[in-house]
């Protein structure tokens, strides 16, 4: 009877004990819980179990004490334990990280009811890593682990067109983001060169987080091709596209109004736009166009000048009427954004303005013809009037009759001397038969 007395007992100490070893399971070797958590903002841990009225919780992140809790009935074992507990839980404070000193903590109340869930307030970059929650009770110790990333999300993808740096690039920039993201470039439609981006990423001394510029060369003979920039962060939980287009020049004369065009992508519904000047300085507002309340705001400068048709937004089409332009004041680059959630599309289109000066400077060779037609009409006209007085004076004027001598004219007289033998003298009158005085005798 002994013997199965005692075989009895040995079977009852067994299933006791594999009881009892059921409800002090470990956890080292289970799956882990994936936390991200936002930069400056409450990071949540979780963190379940049996309460059972007496329980002891500590966090560790990395094997480096984050925070220890005690419940009401651990306390009054802990005075009872003297002064090496003490002086053990002193150890373990010295070792806890200094930057969670204030930071970390767990609900009481929530302890109580089996949540021992941590908060860490005001997360940051250095909170990211494998975290374990321990937890000791009457029934046992219960272990979970939590692996935490921490990121700050893109609110923004910026793009533009950069001439500072001697050529046309193509820069899209993001600020205030972590991890560093990953960043991949493409056109529509698609380019015959290669883009080869430079891409710069970085990291703020204080605070961690990043700052990231990309930029690629303008492709030239590519006359308005829209660039595309897609950044991604590293965790892959969100995704930003910006785009870029840069349209052909706009020009006209002062105070003739003119059209600058401005239209959204297909796959862009719904968008929040506004528009821009730039004139060698910071850009200046001009208008925003909400999509919600369907309404816009002006800035009190352009109010004269500009004009846009609300009703066409919704439809792709915020193209802006320049009106009454000025040659100082409105000459610069004309910027429409077109923004929604995680998609952004930027258009940019220089305009200029000429001077009434130069205006009518480049209509002048136009009239030259004019001012030839004239002169010519004037020669000939005068010409004609000169020919016409010439001809009629001719014609009213009769012909002087030629009047008959009244007066012997000088004629040389030859000397005898002079005369050629056998010529006839001009005054030798011939000799009809009387003697004249005046003629010499033969004797002579």
């Known amino acids: 009877m002994s013997l199965k007395r005692t075989g009895v007992w040995l079977l009852l100490f067994f299933f006791v004990g594999s009881a009892m070893q059921d409800k002090t399971p470990e956890y080292h070797n289970c799956q882990d819980t994936h936390v991200t958590c936002v930069i400056a903002e409450d990071c949540i841990l979780p963190c379940s179990f049996q309460p059972s009225g007496h329980d002891a919780v500590r966090w560790f992140r990395q094997e480096v004490a984050v925070l220890s809790f005690l419940s009401a009935g651990s306390e009054e074992e802990k005075e009872d334990d003297g002064e090496d507990k003490e002086e053990d839980e002193g150890d373990e404070d010295e070792e806890r990280g200094q930057h969670y000193d204030d930071r970390a903590s767990v609900s009481p109340e929530q302890v109580a009811r089996g949540n021992a869930t941590l908060v860490l307030r005001e997360c940051g970059p250095k909170d990211r890593g494998r975290y374990r929650c321990h937890v000791t009770t009457l029934a046992g110790v219960h272990e979970s682990h939590v692996l935490v990333k921490v990121e700050a999300p893109l609110h923004s993808l910026h793009m533009e067109l950069s001439r500072l740096s001697g050529f046309e690039e193509i820069k899209c920039s993001a600020r205030h983001v972590y991890p560093a993201p990953h960043v991949t470039w493409e056109t529509d439609p698609p380019a015959s060169q290669l883009l080869r981006p430079i ?78 000047f730039t004139q060698g300085q ?163």
């Not at 919704?314 to 004041?329: A, K, M, N, T, W």
């Not at 209509?363 to 001809?391: C, D, G, N, Q, R």
């Open 199 to 276: 891409t710069r990423k970085l990291a703020d001394k204080q605070t961690g987080m990043y700052e990231v510029e990309s930029r690629v060369r303008r492709l030239r003979h590519h006359p308005e091709i829209t660039y595309i920039c897609k950044v991604t962060s590293s965790y892959g939980t969100q995704s930003w596209t910006a785009s870029l287009r840069e349209r052909a020049e706009v020009s006209g004369p002062e105070g003739r109004d003119i059209s600058i065009p401005c239209h959204a992508p297909d796959d862009l519904h719904d968008p929040f736009l506004s528009w821009t």
């Open 282 to 444: 910071d850009p200046a507002h001009i208008l925003t166009y909400d999509r919600q309340s369907r309404s816009s705001s002006m800035s009190p400068l352009w109010e004269d000048h500009v004009q846009m048709d609300a009703y066409r937004v919704p439809l792709g089409d915020g193209s802006l009427r320049l009106l009454d332009p000025d040659h100082q004041q409105h000459t610069g680059v004309y910027t429409c954004v077109y923004s929604a959630p995680y998609r952004t599309h930027t258009e940019e289109t220089e305009v200029t303005i000429s001077h009434v000066a130069d205006k009518r400077s480049s209509l002048e060779p136009s009239h030259w013809w004019i001012v030839a037609v004239v002169i010519t009409l004037l020669v000939i006209a005068l010409a004609a009037m000169l020919t016409y007085f010439k001809v009629k004076g001719s014609f009213s004027t009769p012909r002087k009759q030629p009047e008959p001598s009244t007066e012997m004219h000088s004629v040389k007289v030859s000397t005898p001397e002079e005369m050629i033998p056998g010529e006839r003298s001009p005054l030798t009158v011939p000799n009809y038969g009387g003697d004249t005085t005046d003629s010499p005798s033969k004797d002579a």
